[in-house]
């Protein structure tokens, strides 16, 4: 059985579940899920959790991100970005600095209101369903945070950008909210993430590639036999979590480390007072990855926050 997580290069033209869909053909398995939407027009990373790996999707998904974006001047759009309808063009007369200005006011805590062409839901309907059937409705603000706006190239009416940021932020309505500043309007020509947590584009695979490599690394073994470390592209279920102190739990203690059960400080091979914080990583003696626990003052032993069980 594959668990795992896979650093995928989102292509143009694909939906993320459309790289889903095609993955569970490639690794011959369905329990597969994506780690946040990307624009079928947006390219670049997409890490794919596989197996007991799914349940770490939401906590990759509310991870900080890091986008590459050409911004359009002069142009606004429904859909915020140049695939819309055209709603207002007007003039672009501003200077490089007052575009540099006008970013810079966006770094930092900002409120805002999500597009109606986005995959969130409003009673129980997806928004961009509502806006293709001609429907508007009121979207509340939402608090973001941008880390860093990096101006790589401005030639105008085109604006080349890296942004830094919190989950939830949709960078074309960042694009519109700029060019709205500067009183000449924008849209969002092109966009690529370039990160998702520790996952980078410099090590991200098409398709096309993770297909080959499945096909170099299985051979003639039977999809039913496929294990993790058979196929080195796919990283480790507790890769996410190298940030915790890592506990490993005595055997004796297995029968009740994999029922799920609460764990006393006794029951750890080397207990050590750094453990007293909020999450740890445990394993077994065995070295398989257990779960994350987290402690508890009040009682003075450890709860299962999520618990994976690898062994």
Known sequence: MINGIINVYKE?????????????????????????????????????????ATKVCGLLTDKDKEYEAVMLLGRTTDTQDTTGTVLLERPV?????????????????????PPMYSALKVNGKKLCDLARAGVTVERAARRV?????????????????????SKGTYIRTLCEDIGEVLGCGACMEALVRTRVSEFGICDALRLSEIEQKVGECAGDIPPGEWETGMFDFIRSVDSVFLHLEKAIIKREWNTLLYNGNRMSPEAFADYRGSLKQAQIRVYDEEGHFIGIYEYSSDRGDYKPVKVFMEA
């Open 12 to 52: 143009r033209g694909y939906t993320s579940f459309d790289v889903v869909a095609k993955l569970r053909g490639i690794l011959k398995t369905k329990k597969i899920g994506h780690t946040g939407t990307l624009d079928p027009e947006a390219e670049g990373v997409l890490p794919i959790c596989v197996g007991k």
């Open 93 to 113: 007369t501003v200077t490089e600095a007052k575009v540099r200005e006008a970013a810079a006011r966006f770094v930092g805590d900002y409120e805002q209101v």
């Open 145 to 165: 945070h941008i880390y860093e706006i990096e101006m790589e190239d401005i030639s105008l009416p085109r604006v080349k950008m890296r942004v830094r940021c």
